[in-house]
């Protein structure tokens, strides 16, 4: 290994920046470390489909070319990144972990991803996640599962488990993950890395492929909360390619993390530390708590009454709109075509039904049943009408306090194949994170410990719509304390 | 039937695991499956029909939790624009709509090199009419 990447995981990403900047780090051996290291880690973990060696080198020492010259160089400059499947990279394929997408290459980039290359990122390849980024576990993908670096009997989580594993695994400097119900917390929490929700509308969709758009958000993970910071400051602001995307103005998320927690008001919601909570993710996620407390935040107690209705109003909407949106993959425009049929309808039916796997049938035929006549009051109405509730709970908490804090998940890592018979069960992985996609607010996991097997524990803390200030804020406050 | 790659082996095992599990409570039946399959232009195999039976009823069964909520005074919400626009600096309207403008789009080679079939033109499909 080279000396530049002698340990990839404890320099900060804006020093990365500044060494690649000032020539003391070139990026082109920045980058060839990262690709060693994938190479080298890459066959247990699974977690890149593809790895983009000839790019990501050139970019690189297109990079160190223009340092050299002492051209202005982005905030991003020559750090290597990796980027979820399912968002779109002109040139690399982009799979979404379905054989329906087998070999896809899209004739454009994602504004995030647009936004990451203008700041001069390195671009290391496409990483894994459950097939169209349904799942908890990267169980799902058509690729196969990821193996959590921490523990390879483990699931990374999912459905950004690929995001998450190679943060981990030292395999990039930072990910763009993509988080629908949980997609980003759950695996940074499973991983013990940090993951960003932002608020819906605070990044661009541009690019991502759609699995439930009132939902989606795209997100970073990387290994500190101030990494992560940096990567939400670039990817965030308005795109007029994106109609839900805000016209309001990215603050300096770096500089605000850094302000003192006295005085902060934190919430924690009974409803989160209730049954099926690991006692083990409850004292590390107190310890958290205690924390803030210890510099200068009022705690107080809060309530969100209508949490336990969250995950089956999840898996309502989230169906319904999956349905609709996954109609595209028809064997026409893109992906997978059954070959022989020979009229459009059975060249529909079976390029879908080889095409997509076993829980995105199961998804699309749930949501096309909450939908269709006869049912749709009963469930999606009903679903629609409860989300309200659920936004409005947290509304009312957020007069009260700034940020809530409670676990990310309830039980850190398990195993593969644990729960991939039993769908509810799968689903109840995401209790604690659903709520604030419905609710279209923003939130961040980062480690608060470790499990007596070893296992790293997330605590998540949720922010009002665009609170992202104050989220870096109190989780910078928890992870210098339990440093 | 299909001439790819079949389910991974923790799929397989999981399918065959969870056949003789017992139901929950039937909301759905097989024929409603087919019916929704049939929707959702999706072939189901024989051997897909037993789980995606078992695990709708089950799924469906964990959401009729909802109605113990009265919801009959709530208006439905579809998705969070409504409470997110109003802190949208210089949009004051619900649902604000870019000009009306021609932009370059993607060009044509480009999107139909990513096509099954082409004419160079037009996508090319199987007949339409049934029979």
């Known amino acids: ?483 | 039937m299909c001439p790819m790659t079949p389910l991974d082996p923790i799929h397989a095992a999981a399918h065959e695991a969870t056949a003789h599990v017992a139901t929950a409570p039937q909301t759905v039946t097989e024929e409603s499956v087919r019916q929704v399959a049939a929707l959702a232009n999706l072939d189901l195999t024989p051997a897909e029909l037993p789980s995606m039976l078992r695990d709708l009823n089950a799924i469906l069964g964990y959401i009729a939790e909802l109605d113990e909520l009265d919801t009959a005074s709530v208006e439905p919400m579809a998705q969070v624009s409504e409470l997110v626009a109003g802190l949208s600096a210089g949009s004051t309207a619900d649902t604000p709509l870019r000009q009306d403008v021609l932009v370059p789009s993607l060009d044509r080679a480009a999107v139909l090199r990513s096509a099954p079939e082409t004419d160079g033109v037009f996508f090319k499909l199987p007949r339409v009419m049934e029979r």
Not at chain 1, 266 to 295: H, I, N, T, W
Not at chain 1, 408 to 433: C, H, N, Q
């Open chain 1, 1 to 483: 290994m080279t000396n530049a990447t002698a340990d990839l995981s404890a320099r900060p990403l804006a020093q990365l920046r500044d060494e690649v900047v000032s020539g003391t780090t070139k990026a082109a051996e920045l980058t060839s470390g990262y690709l060693e290291r994938i190479a080298a880690r890459n066959p247990e973990i699974n977690a890149y489909l593809s790895v983009a060696t000839e790019s990501a080198q050139a970019e690189a020492e297109a990079v160190d070319a223009a340092a050299k010259r002492g051209d202005p160089l982005g905030p991003l400059a020559g750090v290597p990144l990796g980027i979820k499947d399912v968002i779109a990279v002109e040139s690399m394929t982009a799979t979404a972990g379905s054989r329906i997408l087998e070999g896809y290459i899209p004739p454009y980039t994602a504004t995030a991803v647009r936004r990451l290359k203008a700041a001069g990122a390195v671009l290391l390849g496409k990483l894994n996640c459950d097939e169209f980024a349904m799942g908890s576990s990267n169980e799902n993908s058509a690729y196969g599962v990821v193996r959590n670096p921490v523990a390879l009997d483990r699931v990374p989580g999912g459905s950004s488990g690929g995001s998450a594993a190679a943060v981990a695994a030292g395999m990039a400097a930072g990910t763009l993950g993509t988080d629908t119900g949980g997609s980003i917390r759950q695996p940074a929490s499973f991983c013990g890395v940090v993951g960003v929700l932002p608020t819906y509308g605070r990044v661009s969709r541009y690019g991502l492929i759609a699995f439930a758009s009132s939902l989606d958000r795209i997100g970073p993970l990387a290994h500190t909360v101030e990494d992560a910071a940096v990567l939400l400051k670039v990817i965030a602001g308005h795109d007029p390619l994106d109609a839900t995307s805000s016209e309001l103005p990215v603050p300096d998320y770096v500089a605000e993390s850094r302000k003192p927690v006295d005085g902060l008001r934190v919430g924690v919601p009974a409803e989160y530390f209730g049954e099926g909570l690991d006692p083990e993710v409850r004292s590390a996620v107190e310890k958290a708590v205690d924390a803030l407390r210890q510099q200068g935040a009022m705690v107080q107690p809060v309530s969100l009454p209508h949490t336990r209705y969250a995950v089956p109003t999840y898996y309502v909407l989230a169906t319904a709109e999956a349905s609709s949106n996954l109609e595209r993959f028809d064997g026409v425009r893109y992906g997978y075509r059954a070959p022989g049929a020979n009229t459009l309808g059975a060249m529909y039916r079976q390029s879908r039904e080889c095409g997509f796997g076993a829980e995105v049938k199961r998804r699309i035929l749930l949501g096309t049943y909450v939908l269709s006549a006869g049912y749709y009051d009963a469930y999606y109405r009903k679903g629609q009408k409860v989300r309200r509730l659920l936004a409005e709970d947290f509304q009312r908490a957020f007069t009260q306090v700034d940020v809530l804090v409670t676990p990310t998940a309830p039980t850190p890592a398990f195993r593969i194949g644990e729960k991939t018979d039993d769908p509810v069960s799968m689903y109840l992985a995401d209790i604690y994170t659903v709520t604030a996609n419905l609710a279209g607010i923003c939130g961040v996991s980062l480690p608060c410990g470790v499990s007596s097997e070893g296992l790293p524990i997330g605590a998540q803390i949720l922010g009002p719509h665009f609170g992202e200030t104050t989220v870096f804020r109190a989780a910078r406050a928890v992870e210098q304390s339990l440093r």
